[in-house]
């Protein structure tokens, strides 16, 4: 019998990079257990996370040249109003991501408080 294989990728499918990467044990630990708990793969963990993290610097840097163009800036007191809002929702609890949801935040001044929260 002869098994004949395609290397080419069929029409519609993602092409994938191969890279090796280097995680703290720990984290490579907990990596493992979160994609076996969700039924995936670390690699797919790692996609999703890293998707994610380009997705909320693109917006914050949206949100930077707005402000640039608009020459519009946040104050304190409307950072804090919207973290109000943001805690009230549940969004984000001691600084701890819940749903895969991240509370990021641009700065206003002071380095210790950063100011507007993304989704």
Same mark, same amino acid.
């Given at each position: 019998?002869?098994?004949?294989?395609?290397?080419?990728?069929?029409?519609?499918?993602?092409?994938y @990079?191969? #890279? !090796?990467?280097?995680?703290?044990?720990? &984290?490579? *630990?907990?990596?493992?257990?979160?994609? $076996?708990?969700?039924? %995936?793969?670390?690699?797919?963990?790692?996609?999703?996370? @890293?998707e #994610? !993290?380009?997705?909320?610097?693109?917006? &914050?840097? *949206?949100?930077?040249?707005?402000?640039? $163009?608009?020459?519009? %800036?946040?104050?304190?007191?409307?950072?804090?109003e919207?973290?109000?809002?943001?805690?009230?929702?549940?969004?984000?609890?001691?600084?701890?991501?819940?749903?895969?949801?991240?509370?990021a935040?641009?700065?206003v001044?002071?380095?210790?408080?950063?100011?507007?929260?993304?989704?």
């Amino acid at each position: 019998m002869v098994i004949l294989r395609c290397y080419h990728q069929p029409m519609g499918f993602t092409k994938y @990079a191969k #890279r !090796s990467i280097s995680l703290p044990v720990e &984290l490579d *630990a907990e990596l493992e257990q979160q994609a $076996e708990a969700e039924g %995936t793969t670390v690699s797919a963990l790692l996609a999703t996370a @890293a998707e #994610r !993290s380009l997705r909320i610097r693109r917006g &914050l840097a *949206a949100v930077e040249d707005w402000k640039r $163009e608009t020459g519009i %800036t946040f104050t304190p007191e409307q950072v804090t109003e919207v973290d109000a809002l943001l805690d009230a929702a549940g969004v984000v609890k001691a600084g701890v991501v819940q749903a895969g949801v991240v509370k990021a935040r641009a700065d206003v001044g002071d380095a210790n408080r950063p100011s507007i929260s993304i989704k």
